[in-house]
């Protein structure tokens, strides 16, 4: 019955199906954010430095005693961990969906610090750091000398100095990191490249 009457009035049956989709259209803004699924379980990364130590030093005196602290977390995944030959610790726990990162990151941090009498000396002198972390870059800036007279570790030591703190202070933000790397002249394409040429390059090219 319904049908054979929009049958009979196509232009009215047009304009009911027009209303209904400016309707959806008008309603996708008016959703909450709790609508939309996390896509990534939240995870919580642990960061320690022991200067000097070996990687196996790291794994035996530090990674160990975190790791052993970390059973019970509610909603716990499973957690990985990399011990560096440069003495650097990284370990991340990863819960459930749908947990609250807050919370889990309190918990994580309470673990720590019942474990902190176990770990060595200057590891507790440097601290434990615990955030919140998320597997993929929200921003990669790429800053660089227009002059061409600054090295990388130039550069890189002006923006810990300057730039690193600040962001990090910004409301939002997790984490905030600084990676560098020289460019190899001798293996560049044509001899006589400079880093300005380059950059001038991949300016034109809108790589950057």
Not at 8 to 26: K, Q, S, T
Not at 51 to 69: D, F, H, M, P, R
């Amino acid at each position: 019955m319904f049908s054979r009457f929009f049958v009979r009035r196509p232009v009215f049956a047009w304009v009911i199906a027009i209303l209904i989709m400016l309707a959806g259209i008008l309603a996708i803004r008016t959703l909450p954010v709790a609508q939309y699924p996390d896509v990534a379980p939240p995870t919580i990364k642990i960061s320690a430095t022991y200067t000097g130590a070996s990687a196996e030093t790291l794994e035996n005196s530090v990674t160990q005693v975190i790791e052993q602290q970390l059973t019970g977390l509610d909603n716990l995944l499973y957690f990985s961990s990399t011990s560096s030959s440069d003495g650097s610790v990284s370990i991340n726990v990863t819960f459930e969906q749908g947990t609250d990162p807050d919370t889990a990151q309190v918990q994580v941090q309470n673990k720590i610090q019942q474990a902190e009498s176990r770990l060595p000396s200057e590891v507790q002198q440097t601290g434990v750091t615990v955030e919140k972390s998320q597997s993929n870059f929200l921003l990669i800036a790429a800053v660089y000398d227009t002059t061409d007279k600054a090295s990388s570790s130039d550069i890189a030591d002006w923006l810990v100095s300057n730039v690193q703190d600040p962001l990090a202070r910004v409301e939002g933000v997790g984490s905030l990191q600084v990676f560098w790397r020289g460019i190899r002249y001798a293996h560049l394409a044509r001899p006589g490249q400079t880093g300005v040429l380059l950059a001038d390059a991949f300016r034109r090219a809108k790589c950057y």
